[in-house]
């Protein structure tokens, strides 16, 4: 063997993933966030995964009251839109659908920012300032979700095309730090002849981010974009 490609999460890194902020879009910590982002997470009946793990988990710590709640529907996250929707009913009756997912997938849905009732619109100073917080954070090995909502009209189902004029309501920072001995582990590799690459679904800069905290030497991080056009 002289190449090995190797995943990320729990190889890596110990794949123990924590919520380390539930953030408003100027970046500032929010209980409207966290309170939007777990009812998502603990309502959701797809996949079973360690980010939604970990919302769930601070919502206990938290102690959020998620029981005034009523599920009304879900449109089911998958790996094309890179989305999750959920419906849900509170107290006073309206629905109200919050979707979370990658963060460009989740703008593309966006034309507001802020609280779904009282949202301003989402022009390119916003955009650019969104943009610009997610570089940064994913430079420091933060995966980041983005976060919206909107309330929607009563109807027996939901799907795909009322995940439309979203409000963007900020961001969902999770940390998933380096497994103790990796780099050990690597440079008994290197020594041996065996170069490693990741192949991850994160995006380029949290992989840049982990290859350089572990010792993997970065010389070209290759999109799936990119790959595909290879």
Known sequence: MDVLCTDKTGTLTRGVVQLDGALDARGQPSAGCLLLASLNARLQSGLANALDAALVAKAEEERL??????????????????????????????????VKGALDKVLERCTRIGEADAAAPLDEAALADIQARFARWSEQGYRVLGLASRRVAAKPRYAEADESELAFAGFLLFFDPPEPGVRDTLQALGRQGVAVKIITGDNRLVARHVAEAVGIPV????????LLQM
């Open 219 to 226: 010389e070209r991080v290759i999109t799936g974009g990119e």
């Open 65 to 98: 009251d998620l029981g005034a709640w009523r599920k009304l529907d879900e449109i089911p996250y998958d790996f094309v839109r890179k989305r999750l929707g959920v419906v849900v009913e509170g107290a006073d009756g309206a629905p109200l659908m919050i």
